[in-house]
């Protein structure tokens, strides 16, 4: 369809294949096939940048993007789709497919809105409903009012939860670099503030909604964020490599 070649690509190395990807009579789909083998894209930061695309073309994002974890779990079930192959399609699906329609969607302290584009949103409820627009069974609402640190122990699933306490904002950094491989993260500011974590090609990138400049659904260097510089207690947690949260959105069972 002609609006998923709006979609920003870049990403991870693609994931090693061992076996024939699985879609209509064994063969993945080339929408599918995109997801597991996405090429790089040169310049991340340009992602700061609102992409104005309309409500129905985002009901049909979802729409596709549960197709193609059917198409996943069937593979997978069968043993034509490895489970790192599901989580690189995970990822890759969630960021760039459905959190690129909420960029430049205002903040708000009460903004919930569930629609990208209209309305505001706060930081707890642009992470759980991306999660659930992306296909996890959550409510966004219980999500959204929980503390950074409760939020980061329903996100867990029961993985460990990495506590990172530090004055000096470049060992903080530091540590939080050491923590993280190429994937998406979790990330809570002690009782502040919440969004998510990426890093690719090596470098961190803070996608939240921001109530600094420019107020509005971001993705920025995680080193120069005013929000991690206003901080030193953070909660950081696995998404990308957390088995049992992409078992759950396989699965379809509640987080």
């Not at 659904?217 to 696995?238: A, G, I, Q, W």
Request: overall charge negative.
């Amino acid at each position: 369809m002609l609006f998923f070649s709006l979609f920003l690509f870049f990403g991870f190395d693609n994931p090693p294949s061992t076996m024939e990807s699985f879609g209509k009579d064994g063969i993945v789909d080339e929408k599918l096939n995109s997801i597991l083998n996405t090429t790089t894209f040169d310049e991340p930061s340009t992602l700061v940048l609102k992409i104005a695309l309309d409500v129905d073309a985002y009901a049909s994002t979802k729409a596709e993007i549960d197709q193609l974890r059917l198409q996943l779990s069937e593979g997978h079930r069968q043993g034509q789709i490895a489970f790192d192959e599901v989580k690189v399609a995970f990822t890759n699906l969630l960021v760039d497919k459905i959190i690129p329609y909420w960029y430049g969607t205002p903040w708000s302290f009460e903004g919930h809105t569930a629609v990208p584009q209209q309305g505001q949103i706060a930081c707890g409820y642009f992470i759980s409903t991306t999660l659930r627009d992306m296909g996890l069974k959550l409510n966004r609402y219980k999500l959204a009012q929980k503390s950074p640190i409760d939020e980061a122990k329903t996100i867990s699933c029961g993985i460990d939860i990495n506590r990172i306490v530090q004055n000096n904002t470049t060992k903080a950094f530091e540590e939080i670099d050491c923590l993280t491989e190429e994937g998406l993260y979790f990330i809570g500011f002690d009782a502040g503030h919440v969004g998510y974590l990426l890093k690719r090609e090596g470098q961190l990138f803070l996608i939240h909604s921001n109530y600094f400049q420019p107020g509005s659904v971001c993705m920025e260097p995680f080193e120069d964020s005013r929000v991690f510089n206003s901080f030193t207690t953070f909660y950081l947690v696995d998404i990308s490599h957390n088995d049992a949260l992409i078992q759950r959105w396989l699965d379809q069972d509640s987080v």
